[in-house]
């Protein structure tokens, strides 16, 4: 009992609120033994709107996600997103100061430093620093300690986010008298769960499309070297269908998901489809291919600027393991097809790992899956920098249940 | 600004040998248009006929040096129409002829209105259906009422505005309210009026100068016509300027801080726009380029930007921006044809209009029910517009009351089929 570890994930998502319970056993295998999933409110494109309705929200994912394992949680950790995160590539380095020229710790640790002391301006904090490989010399190195250079460099690529933005989300949980452990960015979470070791290595992009926000995040030689977020989610897509269609909005969402597809094909023309489905009264048909036309300009304009954001990495550097896609809207048939046409390469779904229960283990689950990961990593490394490769590796084992 | 009249009399007269020059009217529609008429007395080319219209012999003897009609001796004796519409529609629908009869060798009539009250809303509207006959250009610069002015007033001027705008080729609206928020607490009735007065003067003597007078770059009364395109949309007008030396990026904030500029906020887009530059002998070309580009890149309008400049040897250092920009909202409703039949006086131009019925003439004339074989018939027809959306607000659907989705300058939460104008068949 003394050895067992509870960890929990809250993701306060645009659409849902997913809270998981994860037991780390002796044997350090990881046991999702709870979970809580409460659909949002209060929520616009993945920043809190109304406070009291989403606090109420969490606290009966929380509660629910407490009972089911069994346990009661006094911390979380916490996914991020929205609009008003903002990467940037910081680069710090330091001489190394030994005569011999070894690089030793002090002279890692000052590269880091200098790195992390770009200071943000008023009101933003910073949220993840993600490593990525040292220059010794200007030659990339995996690990620096005892190379021989004379001059060090640290690189991070960190996200920094609106202080405001978070200490909502921050205040909604402390209410409940839960502390939140660590706020980790949600592109990366996803990312952990739905990639493997080789596709991060050979380089991929993973593209998270939520309720209100879609997330990417680019791996290169197991380095997230990019993230970001694009404020449209699938409520975009249900708000244009809306629009499009005429049709109320509990309407547009449920023909988004019985009759959506990514592709609008010469075929569907020919099909209608109707609103409702009973044939009841103000039911109508709707034409297929404008439905599919609308989903799939909306799905191409994003694509498209997550290209744009990319901009020369992608030509430069390619995504060799091609595109992986996550979140809810991963559920739209046809997506798949759609993302190797824009990105011109090879293009899935990525679902949680094998081994999570069944409810868990659609597309939309795998940022909160992925938290739990990343919050073993954090365990672990126990106020050490958290290095994502090294601590992953070892995840994938982990995850039987 | 401080041009003195006599010199600027000589520019234009020299120019009047050479071409044709095209007739301008200025005209000032009941109370507040001709208080504006009044306040452009000396200050304006030669060759630009004034005129005051009004039912009130009183208000209309104020105006000054200018051509004065009165309207509806019959009916009102000279002695105004207490605010009320109905007589006033009923004066002017009395008098189309008249109206008819100013507009005789105009190219372009700019009309300038208080609106909410009688005689000026009611002239507008029958001076936009006047000039849609006689197939005149028409730029409306109408103000809207004080909010503390009432409902009832507010509700007219919202109803004519709606009315009036697909009737002419630019209409500016202009909110009283704004006046409130002029200068200082102290500042006196009289200069406000007399600083909203200031704008509309200088836009009205750019287009004016610019239509006129052969520019460096020069923009004539087509261009003004292409940028506004045709009857309906809505019309993007601001003036700014400054000194010649400050810099490109304080001209742009002064015309985008002009209040003619009704920005709700963030970006505006437009389909057509058109600026004018007048400056100094020392204006310089990179200057000019600059201006323009950026301009082009606020409004995002790359495609279809028109810009003239001009030299006016008075204004020394001084440089002034005028800004004219169309939207075409995709609700326009197309220019009435020749034969102005049905759309252009709805109501009024069939029957006379009920004296008691208060909401009469501004009731739109639907048809109580359509009948579903008429439906099928438009659908084999010609193609239905398919969107009615009104505001930019209403084009977000569930997102309407959260912050604005700024990407790259573009709302995300508009749909992306019509921000790329995508036609869907529903």
């Known amino acids: 009992m003394s050895n067992r570890k509870i960890l929990g994930a809250v993701e306060i998502g645009t659409s849902k609120i997913a809270v998981l319970v994860g037991e780390l056993d002796e044997d350090d295998m990881l046991n999702i033994i709870g979970h809580g999933v409460c659909s949002s409110s209060g929520i616009r494109k993945g920043a809190i709107f109304q406070l009291k309705d989403v606090s109420d929200c969490v606290q009966n994912a929380i509660i629910t996600a407490e009972q089911s394992a069994g346990v009661s949680l006094s911390e979380v950790f916490l996914a991020q997103t929205g609009a008003h995160l903002q990467g940037r590539f910081l680069k710090g380095g330091a001489n190394v100061s030994a005569a011999d020229r070894v690089i030793r710790h002090g002279d890692i640790e000052r590269a880091q430093k200098d790195a992390k002391s770009f200071s943000l301006e008023g009101g933003r904090v910073y949220v993840n620093h993600i490593r990525n490989p040292f220059l010794v010399d200007g030659q990339t190195v995996e690990e620096p300690l005892g190379r021989i250079g004379s001059r060090i460099e640290a690189c991070y690529w960190s996200v920094d986010a609106s202080q405001r933005v978070l200490s909502d989300q921050m205040r909604v949980i402390n209410g409940i008298d839960i502390n939140v452990r660590d706020v980790i960015l949600s592109s990366s979470a996803s990312a952990a769960a739905v990639t493997s070791e080789v596709e991060k290595d050979t380089g991929c992009l993973v593209i998270d499309i939520g309720g209100g926000t879609t997330d990417f995040v680019l791996y290169h030689s197991g380095y997230i070297v990019r993230t970001g977020v694009i404020p449209v989610g699938g409520d975009h897509l249900t708000n244009d269908l809306s629009m499009g269609l005429r049709l109320a909005r509990r309407l547009a969402e449920d023909f988004k998901l019985r009759h959506g597809h990514a592709i609008a094909r010469k075929e569907d023309r020919a099909h209608r489809a109707w609103a409702v489905g009973d044939r009841s009264v103000g039911d109508r048909e709707c034409s297929l291919y404008a439905a599919r036309k609308i989903i799939e300009e909306r799905l191409r304009e994003t694509f498209f600027f997550i290209q744009n954001e990319l901009g020369d990495f992608l030509q430069s550097r390619g995504i060799g393991a091609g595109v992986v896609l996550t979140g809810g809207t991963a559920n739209l048939p046809g997506i798949a097809d759609l993302a190797e046409k824009c990105f011109n390469a090879p293009a899935r779904t990525g679902r949680p790992p094998q081994g999570v229960k069944s409810s868990l283990a659609g597309p939309e689950y795998s940022t909160c899956v992925g938290l739990l990961t990343y919050a073993i990593g954090a365990d672990e490394a126990e106020g050490q920098e958290t290095e994502a490769p090294r601590f992953l590796r070892k995840i994938r084992s982990l995850f039987n249940l | 600004m401080e041009i003195s009249n006599s010199e600027m009399v000589e520019h234009a007269e020299t120019l009047q040998e050479t071409e044709p020059s095209c007739s301008i009217l200025l005209a000032g529609l009941g109370g507040a248009g001709g208080n504006i008429i009044k306040a452009f007395a000396n200050r304006l080319p030669q060759g630009v006929r004034t005129c005051a219209l009004n039912t009130d012999a009183k208000a209309l003897e104020a105006c000054g040096e200018v051509e004065r009609v ?47 009250g009688g005689a000026g809303t009611a002239l507008l509207d029958g001076l936009a259906s006047a000039a849609v006959r006689a197939d005149v250009a028409h730029l409306a610069f109408a103000i809207q009422p004080f909010t503390f002015e009432g409902k009832a007033r507010a509700e007219v001027a919202e109803t004519f505005l709606g009315k009036v705008r697909n009737k002419v080729h630019g209409l500016v609206a202009l909110p009283n309210d704004l006046i409130l928020q002029l200068g200082d607490e102290d500042l006196s009735a009289e200069d406000a009026f007399a600083e909203a007065n200031r704008w509309i003067i200088q836009a009205v003597r750019s287009i004016c100068l610019m239509i006129q007078t052969a520019g460096l770059i020069n923009q004539d009364l087509q261009s003004l016509l292409a940028t506004l395109n045709e009857r309906g949309g809505r019309t993007l007008f601001a003036v700014g300027g400054g000194a010649g030396t400050s810099s490109v990026a304080d001209l742009l904030q002064s015309l985008i801080d002009c209040p003619l500029l009704e920005v709700a906020d963030g970006k505006l887009r437009c389909d057509q726009l058109l600026v004018q530059i007048t400056g100094g002998k020392r204006l310089g070309l990179a200057k000019v380029n600059q201006i323009i580009s950026r301009l082009g890149d606020y409004f995002e309008c790359r495609e279809d930007i028109r810009f003239g400049a001009s030299i006016d040897a008075q204004m020394e250092d001084a440089i002034d921006i005028t800004l004219i920009g169309k939207i075409d909202l995709r609700t326009r409703v197309h220019a009435p044809s020749d034969d102005t039949g049905t759309l252009n006086l709805g109501v009024l131009d069939h029957q006379e209009p009920a004296p008691k019925g208060a909401n009469e003439p501004t009731r739109p004339d639907r048809p109580v029910y359509t009948s579903k074989l008429s439906r099928k018939e438009r659908k084999e ?37 019509l921000r790329k104008g995508i036609q869907i068949k529903a």
């Open chain 2, 70 to 116: 009165l309207f509806g001796k019959k009916i009102t004796r000279g002695m105004g129409t207490g605010g009320s519409v109905d007589t006033a529609l009923q004066v002017v629908e009395d008098e189309r002829p008249q109206l008819d009869k100013l507009l005789g060798g105009v190219d372009l009539v700019i009309s300038f209105t208080g609106l909410g």
């Open chain 2, 381 to 417: 027809g010609t193609q239905q517009e398919e969107f009615e959306f009104l505001s930019a607000e209403a084009q977000r659907g569930l997102f309407e009351k959260t912050e604005r989705n700024l990407y790259q300058g573009e709302d995300l939460d508009v749909p992306t089929f």
